[in-house]
């Protein structure tokens, strides 16, 4: 047997302390990225899109677009159980909807504070049905109600 060297039984602790200490070092990398990650406020564009959502339904947003103080919308109405069978319904059900989410961005709860809602000044809502539009719906600040138009047929 051939025997070791005093240098060659220390170099074997200090290689698992610095092994160890590289992977501490990579954990604590990722963990503190994900930190503030989840400390970073949500963009102005996730803001619209939840807050919509939470009204029309989960996965109906299919784009938000922020210009200056105007909101874009496309809205999926694909699975939305509320949405009238009769077509002779639909003005007034695309005007309520379109005035509920409209208002729910122009006075967004105390806890969501994105200065971009703060300058908004229309919402524009393009409601789509199997790919197809079906209703355009608009809403100025301060408008009692919102302004529809639907598709024919």
Do not use: C, N
Request: hydrophobic residues 40%; charged residues 30%.
């Amino acid at each position: 047997m051939a025997k070791r060297s005093a240098r060659e039984d220390l170099r074997r602790p200090v290689l698992v302390y610095v092994s160890a200490v590289a992977v501490l070092a990579v954990v604590l990398g990722v963990l503190q990225a994900r930190y503030e990650a989840g400390r970073r406020p949500p963009s102005a564009e996730a803001v619209v899109r939840h807050l919509t959502e939470t009204f029309v339904g989960e996965g109906t947003v299919r784009s938000v677009r922020l210009r200056g103080d105007v909101a874009e919308l496309e809205v999926a109405m694909d699975g939305v159980r509320a949405l009238p069978r009769d077509r002779a319904e639909w003005p007034q059900f695309f005007r309520d909807a379109t005035d509920v989410a409209a208002d729910r961005l122009f006075s967004p709860p105390a806890q969501i504070t994105t200065p971009a809602l703060g300058g908004l000044e229309r919402v524009a809502i393009r409601y789509t049905l199997q790919g197809r539009e079906v209703a355009r719906g608009s809403k100025r600040r301060g408008d009692r109600t919102a302004t529809v138009t639907v598709a024919r047929p």
